[in-house]
């Protein structure tokens, strides 16, 4: 079959999870290549739906652009290097309906309602802590976070990604979509998450052209030096899905609750902040829907009830692994292990001195490596 046809309709390929890591220098051009290069041929994953026209799409082409020209600069070279017409493959990543296209085998394996509901999960702690030498109190921003979603998830790659010109440095993860980023941490110590949530699905024409949700952690990354700048981008951009995102760096954070109707945010209150799979600002409940929430307020519920960490030595390796520690829970549950709640991998991270840790599996049983610093 060659690279370029259409494999939506093919029967699907189950791929070995990818947990590849890649130490990315140079301009957005030859990132792009390699990228595109190291990937197997490029298809739609037979539980998406549909994208959009491609009109449709090349307008939303153009808000990328308008946000992030050097962008699209990557995504050309990727498709170059995958034999792929740009538009097409392009199209082909423009997702607006998130929701997963389940077999009746899937659905048989997902024993509860509870289990087709997306279970990714993120806390940021400030943590006031005494220096081993003594001296005045340092305050550290913890964060962990857990991406949950369908083990036929092959995708699962951590990128460290150092551009020579237009772009913060990162670390982060991407899921099934070229060019996206899921979570990660920029040079200067902003974090930022994606947690889908499952409203009502909007028709093309009920929607203006936007940002595709795999792209808004990397523009909020590779854009901004503060929380409050990604907190201010995320606000201002047209979306097509229904998210919720935690920004956050060594000051402060928030929690932007985005729809292609509205966007709202979530204030810090106290020295925690934590996000899960619903809606919680009064003007975005009525967006919520039919889904079922009960697993992801659990868990919201268990983040927010974490003790109190002040008053520890300075020990950063101390801070992140009580943060694994959280991430490691199976009451609540917030490390999954079945279904659409199979936790794909994990990571804490410590802002201030821009420290983190990756787990390629549920962090119940599946060690964390630390990535280079930037």
Same mark, same amino acid.
């Given at each position: 079959?060659?690279?370029?046809?259409? !494999?939506?309709?093919?029967?699907?390929?189950?791929?070995?999870? $990818?947990?590849?890591?890649?130490?990315?220098?140079?301009?957005?051009?030859?990132?792009?290549?390699?990228?595109?290069?190291?990937?197997?041929?490029?298809?739609?994953?037979?539980?998406?739906?549909?994208?959009?026209?491609?009109?449709?799409?090349?307008a939303c082409m153009d808000v990328v652009k308008d946000f992030h020209p050097h962008l699209i600069d990557e995504l050309r070279a990727y498709? $170059?290097?995958?034999?792929?017409?740009?538009?097409?493959?392009?199209?082909?990543?423009?997702?607006?309906?998130?929701?997963?296209?389940?077999?009746?085998? &899937?659905?048989?394996?997902?024993?509860?309602? *509870?289990?087709?509901?997306?279970?990714?999960?993120?806390?940021?702690?400030?943590?006031?802590?005494?220096?081993?030498?003594?001296?005045?109190?340092?305050?550290?921003?913890?964060?962990?976070?857990?991406? &949950?979603?369908?083990?036929?998830?092959?995708?699962?790659?951590?990128?460290?990604?150092?551009?020579?010109?237009?772009?913060?440095?990162?670390?982060?993860?991407?899921?099934s979509v070229p060019a996206g980023r899921y979570d990660g941490l920029n040079q200067h110590g902003v974090f930022a998450s994606l947690h889908?949530?499952?409203?009502?699905?909007?028709?093309? *024409?009920?929607?203006?052209?936007?940002?595709?949700?795999?792209?808004?952690?990397?523009?909020?990354?590779?854009?901004?030096?503060?929380?409050?700048?990604?907190?201010?981008?995320? @606000?201002?951009?047209?979306?097509?899905?229904?998210?919720?995102?935690?920004?956050?760096?060594?000051?402060?954070?928030?929690?932007?609750?985005?729809?292609?109707?509205?966007?709202?945010?979530?204030?810090?209150?106290?020295?925690?902040?934590?996000?899960?799979?619903?809606?919680?600002?009064?003007? !975005?409940?009525?967006?919520?829907?039919?889904?079922?929430?009960?697993? =992801?307020?659990?868990?919201?519920?268990?983040?927010?009830?974490?003790?109190?960490? &002040?008053?520890?030595?300075? &020990?950063?390796?101390?801070?992140? =692994? /009580?943060?694994?520690?959280?991430?490691?829970?199976?009451?609540?549950?917030?490390?999954?292990?079945?279904? /659409? @709640? @199979?936790?794909?991998?994990?990571?804490?991270?410590?802002? @201030?001195?821009?420290?983190?840790?990756?787990?390629?599996?549920?962090?119940?049983?599946?060690?964390?490596?630390?990535?280079?610093?930037?």
């Open positions: 079959m060659a690279r370029g046809e259409d !494999m939506s309709n093919a029967s699907p390929v189950v791929e070995a999870p $990818d947990y590849r890591i890649f130490d990315l220098r140079g301009d957005y051009a030859q990132i792009g290549y390699v990228l595109g290069q190291a990937d197997p041929p490029f298809s739609m994953q037979p539980w998406w739906w549909p994208p959009p026209s491609l009109r449709f799409a090349n498709a $170059d290097a995958q034999r792929l017409p740009l538009r097409e493959f392009w199209q082909r990543c423009c997702r607006i309906n998130l929701k997963a296209r389940l077999s009746v085998a &899937d659905l048989l394996a997902l024993s509860s309602g *509870a289990g087709i509901a997306e279970g990714c999960s993120t806390f940021v702690r400030y943590v006031s802590v005494r220096p081993a030498a003594g001296g005045s109190e340092v305050r550290r921003a913890i964060v962990g976070r857990n991406y &949950d979603y369908l083990p036929k998830q092959a995708r699962r790659q951590r990128i460290r990604f150092v551009p020579d010109c237009c772009a913060h440095a990162t670390i982060g993860a991407r899921g889908v949530v499952m409203t009502d699905v909007l028709g093309e *024409a009920e929607i203006k052209p936007g940002v595709p949700f795999h792209l808004v952690v990397r523009l909020a990354l590779e854009l901004c030096r503060t929380a409050r700048e990604a907190r201010d981008l995320l @606000t201002r951009m047209p979306h097509l899905s229904s998210l919720n995102y935690l920004v956050a760096d060594p000051n402060e954070a928030f929690v932007v609750e985005a729809d292609p109707r509205r966007v709202r945010v979530i204030e810090q209150e106290g020295p925690l902040l934590a996000v899960t799979n619903h809606y919680r600002h009064p003007d !975005m409940l009525e967006f919520q829907g039919g889904r079922a929430s009960a697993n =992801s307020a659990c868990r919201l519920a268990f983040l927010m009830q974490q003790g109190c960490w &002040d008053g520890a030595q300075d &020990d950063v390796d101390g801070l992140l =692994s /009580a943060a694994a520690g959280v991430m490691a829970d199976r009451s609540a549950p917030v490390c999954g292990l079945q279904g /659409a @709640t @199979t936790t794909l991998w994990s990571c804490v991270a410590e802002l @201030t001195t821009h420290r983190i840790r990756y787990a390629a599996g549920p962090p119940c049983f599946a060690p964390y490596q630390e990535m280079p610093a930037f």
